[in-house]
Protein backbone atom coordinates (compact mmCIF):
# COMPACT_ATOMS: atom_id res chain seq x y z
CA UNK A 1 0.00 0.00 0.00
CA UNK A 2 1.83 2.85 -0.96
CA UNK A 3 1.92 6.30 1.51
CA UNK A 4 -0.99 8.98 1.80
CA UNK A 5 0.48 12.17 -0.18
CA UNK A 6 1.65 14.58 2.47
CA UNK A 7 -1.08 17.44 2.87
CA UNK A 8 -0.71 21.10 1.04
CA UNK A 9 1.13 23.80 2.69
CA UNK A 10 -1.22 26.36 3.40
CA UNK A 11 -0.21 30.13 3.65
CA UNK A 12 -2.80 32.62 4.19
CA UNK A 13 -2.20 35.96 2.11
CA UNK A 14 -3.97 39.30 3.46
CA UNK A 15 -4.81 42.14 1.26
CA UNK A 16 -4.89 39.84 -1.58
CA UNK A 17 -7.24 41.61 -3.77
CA UNK A 18 -4.44 43.79 -5.61
CA UNK A 19 -0.85 44.96 -5.87
CA UNK A 20 1.77 42.89 -3.92
CA UNK A 21 -0.74 40.54 -2.36
CA UNK A 22 -2.10 38.87 -5.36
CA UNK A 23 1.51 38.81 -7.09
CA UNK A 24 2.54 37.07 -4.33
CA UNK A 25 -0.76 34.43 -3.90
CA UNK A 26 -0.16 34.09 -7.56
CA UNK A 27 3.28 32.62 -6.94
CA UNK A 28 3.29 30.91 -4.11
CA UNK A 29 -0.30 28.94 -5.55
CA UNK A 30 2.16 28.33 -8.58
CA UNK A 31 4.73 26.79 -6.20
CA UNK A 32 2.37 24.31 -4.95
CA UNK A 33 0.85 25.99 -1.54
CA UNK A 34 -2.87 26.67 -0.96
CA UNK A 35 -3.53 29.92 -0.43
CA UNK A 36 -6.32 31.48 1.79
CA UNK A 37 -6.37 34.70 -0.23
CA UNK A 38 -8.36 37.26 2.56
CA UNK A 39 -9.57 40.54 1.35
CA UNK A 40 -12.63 42.67 2.21
CA UNK A 41 -14.33 41.69 -0.89
CA UNK A 42 -13.24 38.24 -0.43
CA UNK A 43 -12.93 37.66 -4.34
CA UNK A 44 -9.36 37.17 -4.71
CA UNK A 45 -6.81 38.97 -6.88
CA UNK A 46 -8.72 41.73 -8.71
CA UNK A 47 -6.02 42.99 -10.68
CA UNK A 48 -4.12 39.73 -12.22
CA UNK A 49 -5.94 36.83 -14.07
CA UNK A 50 -5.33 34.06 -12.07
CA UNK A 51 -4.43 31.12 -14.47
CA UNK A 52 -7.21 28.48 -14.33
CA UNK A 53 -4.92 25.94 -13.07
CA UNK A 54 -4.61 27.47 -10.33
CA UNK A 55 -7.77 28.85 -8.96
CA UNK A 56 -8.99 25.76 -7.35
CA UNK A 57 -5.41 26.29 -5.11
CA UNK A 58 -6.97 29.54 -3.68
CA UNK A 59 -9.69 30.02 -1.25
CA UNK A 60 -11.26 33.62 -1.69
CA UNK A 61 -12.55 34.67 2.46
CA UNK A 62 -13.93 38.10 3.14
CA UNK A 63 -11.79 39.51 5.85
CA UNK A 64 -10.80 43.05 7.20
CA UNK A 65 -7.81 42.59 9.47
CA UNK A 66 -8.81 45.78 11.30
CA UNK A 67 -12.26 43.33 12.74
CA UNK A 68 -10.77 40.95 14.66
CA UNK A 69 -13.77 39.01 14.95
CA UNK A 70 -13.89 38.65 11.12
CA UNK A 71 -9.82 38.06 11.12
CA UNK A 72 -10.37 35.11 13.95
CA UNK A 73 -12.96 33.79 11.47
CA UNK A 74 -11.25 34.20 8.25
CA UNK A 75 -8.43 31.56 9.63
CA UNK A 76 -10.64 29.08 11.30
CA UNK A 77 -12.67 28.46 7.90
CA UNK A 78 -9.01 28.18 6.07
CA UNK A 79 -8.18 25.77 8.19
CA UNK A 80 -11.40 24.00 8.49
CA UNK A 81 -11.49 23.70 4.54
CA UNK A 82 -7.30 22.72 4.49
CA UNK A 83 -6.68 21.25 7.82
CA UNK A 84 -3.77 23.35 8.37
CA UNK A 85 -2.21 26.51 8.69
CA UNK A 86 1.60 26.99 7.74
CA UNK A 87 2.30 30.34 7.02
CA UNK A 88 0.55 33.90 7.06
CA UNK A 89 1.96 36.90 5.08
CA UNK A 90 0.72 39.71 6.36
CA UNK A 91 0.61 42.39 3.55
CA UNK A 92 -2.50 44.25 3.56
CA UNK A 93 -1.80 48.27 4.59
CA UNK A 94 -2.88 51.79 4.30
CA UNK A 95 -1.25 54.54 3.03
CA UNK A 96 -2.04 57.94 3.53
CA UNK A 97 0.38 60.78 3.26
CA UNK A 98 0.32 64.43 4.12
CA UNK A 99 1.90 67.85 5.73
CA UNK A 100 2.47 67.05 9.46
CA UNK A 101 1.92 70.46 10.35
CA UNK A 102 -1.83 69.72 9.66
CA UNK A 103 -2.04 65.91 9.71
CA UNK A 104 -4.95 64.18 12.01
CA UNK A 105 -4.64 62.17 14.93
CA UNK A 106 -7.33 60.75 13.50
CA UNK A 107 -5.54 59.72 10.17
CA UNK A 108 -2.34 59.13 11.69
CA UNK A 109 -3.78 56.47 14.28
CA UNK A 110 -5.90 55.13 11.33
CA UNK A 111 -2.38 54.13 9.31
CA UNK A 112 -0.87 52.92 12.71
CA UNK A 113 -4.53 50.82 13.10
CA UNK A 114 -4.00 48.77 9.56
CA UNK A 115 -0.11 48.57 9.10
CA UNK A 116 0.74 47.87 12.42
CA UNK A 117 -2.13 46.48 14.92
CA UNK A 118 -3.38 44.69 11.58
CA UNK A 119 -0.10 42.87 11.54
CA UNK A 120 0.24 42.34 15.34
CA UNK A 121 -3.40 40.97 15.58
CA UNK A 122 -3.48 38.55 12.83
CA UNK A 123 -0.41 37.23 13.77
CA UNK A 124 -1.70 36.71 17.21
CA UNK A 125 -5.03 34.84 15.97
CA UNK A 126 -2.79 32.99 13.28
CA UNK A 127 -0.24 31.76 16.06
CA UNK A 128 -2.31 28.99 17.74
CA UNK A 129 -3.27 27.52 14.32
CA UNK A 130 0.39 27.66 13.41
CA UNK A 131 1.45 26.18 16.67
CA UNK A 132 -1.04 23.17 16.17
CA UNK A 133 0.87 22.63 12.78
CA UNK A 134 3.91 21.77 14.34
CA UNK A 135 5.28 25.55 13.49
CA UNK A 136 4.97 28.00 10.68
CA UNK A 137 6.08 31.23 8.87
CA UNK A 138 5.15 34.55 9.34
CA UNK A 139 6.43 37.31 6.57
CA UNK A 140 5.15 40.51 7.63
CA UNK A 141 5.53 43.30 4.22
CA UNK A 142 7.07 46.05 5.47
CA UNK A 143 8.77 49.04 3.62
CA UNK A 144 12.08 50.72 3.34
CA UNK A 145 10.56 53.82 4.73
CA UNK A 146 11.25 52.15 7.85
CA UNK A 147 14.74 53.43 8.24
CA UNK A 148 14.31 56.97 6.39
CA UNK A 149 13.04 60.24 6.54
CA UNK A 150 10.38 61.09 4.36
CA UNK A 151 8.47 64.45 4.18
CA UNK A 152 5.02 64.19 4.66
CA UNK A 153 5.03 60.58 5.74
CA UNK A 154 5.24 60.66 9.00
CA UNK A 155 2.35 58.22 10.06
CA UNK A 156 3.49 55.76 7.19
CA UNK A 157 7.08 55.70 8.25
CA UNK A 158 6.48 55.27 11.93
CA UNK A 159 3.56 52.44 11.18
CA UNK A 160 6.32 50.37 9.13
CA UNK A 161 9.48 50.92 11.39
CA UNK A 162 6.81 49.43 14.21
CA UNK A 163 6.23 46.55 11.68
CA UNK A 164 9.92 45.55 11.88
CA UNK A 165 9.54 45.97 15.99
CA UNK A 166 6.93 43.47 15.57
CA UNK A 167 8.60 41.27 14.03
CA UNK A 168 11.51 41.12 16.21
CA UNK A 169 9.79 40.47 19.63
CA UNK A 170 7.53 37.95 17.83
CA UNK A 171 10.49 36.01 16.46
CA UNK A 172 11.90 35.62 19.81
CA UNK A 173 8.64 35.13 21.67
CA UNK A 174 7.74 32.22 19.40
CA UNK A 175 10.85 30.58 18.19
CA UNK A 176 10.04 28.13 20.85
CA UNK A 177 6.98 27.24 19.03
CA UNK A 178 8.80 26.74 16.00
CA UNK A 179 7.82 29.69 13.86
CA UNK A 180 9.79 32.17 11.91
CA UNK A 181 9.05 35.78 11.55
CA UNK A 182 10.58 38.00 8.69
CA UNK A 183 10.18 41.24 7.94
CA UNK A 184 9.81 42.04 4.35
CA UNK A 185 10.67 45.90 3.23
CA UNK A 186 9.88 46.71 -0.47
CA UNK A 187 11.01 49.91 -2.03
CA UNK A 188 9.73 51.44 -4.97
CA UNK A 189 7.72 48.89 -6.54
CA UNK A 190 5.93 49.10 -9.94
CA UNK A 191 1.77 48.26 -8.75
CA UNK A 192 -1.16 49.83 -10.14
CA UNK A 193 -1.22 52.21 -7.36
CA UNK A 194 1.63 53.65 -8.14
CA UNK A 195 2.19 53.61 -12.12
CA UNK A 196 0.00 57.11 -12.07
CA UNK A 197 3.17 58.27 -10.78
CA UNK A 198 5.46 56.99 -13.43
CA UNK A 199 3.05 59.32 -15.85
CA UNK A 200 5.42 62.50 -14.64
CA UNK A 201 8.16 63.00 -16.65
CA UNK A 202 10.36 64.36 -13.57
CA UNK A 203 8.97 61.93 -11.32
CA UNK A 204 10.14 59.11 -13.68
CA UNK A 205 13.34 60.74 -13.71
CA UNK A 206 13.62 61.06 -9.99
CA UNK A 207 13.28 57.89 -9.12
CA UNK A 208 15.10 55.67 -12.37
CA UNK A 209 18.23 58.10 -10.89
CA UNK A 210 17.50 57.53 -6.93
CA UNK A 211 17.70 53.48 -7.54
CA UNK A 212 20.97 52.59 -8.36
CA UNK A 213 19.80 49.81 -10.58
CA UNK A 214 17.58 52.21 -12.71
CA UNK A 215 14.17 51.19 -12.41
CA UNK A 216 11.86 50.30 -9.98
CA UNK A 217 11.33 47.06 -8.87
CA UNK A 218 8.04 44.91 -10.12
CA UNK A 219 5.47 43.28 -7.93
CA UNK A 220 6.90 39.19 -9.28
CA UNK A 221 10.34 40.23 -7.54
CA UNK A 222 8.71 40.85 -3.89
CA UNK A 223 6.58 37.60 -4.76
CA UNK A 224 9.30 35.46 -5.68
CA UNK A 225 11.55 36.69 -2.95
CA UNK A 226 8.59 35.78 -0.12
CA UNK A 227 7.89 32.60 -1.87
CA UNK A 228 11.91 31.68 -1.70
CA UNK A 229 11.64 32.52 2.22
CA UNK A 230 8.67 30.22 2.81
CA UNK A 231 9.39 27.58 0.30
CA UNK A 232 12.76 27.46 1.94
CA UNK A 233 12.74 25.90 5.61
CA UNK A 234 15.57 27.40 7.25
CA UNK A 235 14.94 27.79 10.56
CA UNK A 236 17.99 30.52 11.80
CA UNK A 237 16.53 32.70 9.21
CA UNK A 238 13.94 34.89 11.91
CA UNK A 239 13.47 38.13 13.32
CA UNK A 240 14.99 39.85 10.33
CA UNK A 241 14.24 42.82 7.53
CA UNK A 242 15.01 42.18 4.66
CA UNK A 243 15.24 45.24 2.13
CA UNK A 244 14.23 44.55 -1.81
CA UNK A 245 14.52 48.26 -2.61
CA UNK A 246 17.20 47.96 -5.23
CA UNK A 247 20.01 49.64 -3.16
CA UNK A 248 17.78 52.98 -2.48
CA UNK A 249 17.89 53.74 0.60
CA UNK A 250 21.52 53.00 1.12
CA UNK A 251 22.45 54.85 -1.63
CA UNK A 252 24.62 58.51 -1.57
Not at 82 to 106: C, D, E, M, P, Y
Not at 171 to 177: I, N
Amino acid sequence: MSPSPAPARTIAVTGASRGLGAAISIELAQRGFTIGCLSRRGIGPEDQEVPAALRGAMINLACDITNEAEARAALATLVEQTGALNGIVNNAGLHKQGRSSAFSSADFAEVLSVNATGVFAMSREAHPFLVAAGGGIIVNIGSHYDKMGVRQHAAYCASKAAVGAITRCLAVEWARDNIRVIDVAPGFILTDLNKPHMESERFRDFITKAIPIGRPGEPEEVARFVAALIGEDIPFATGETYYLDGAQAISN
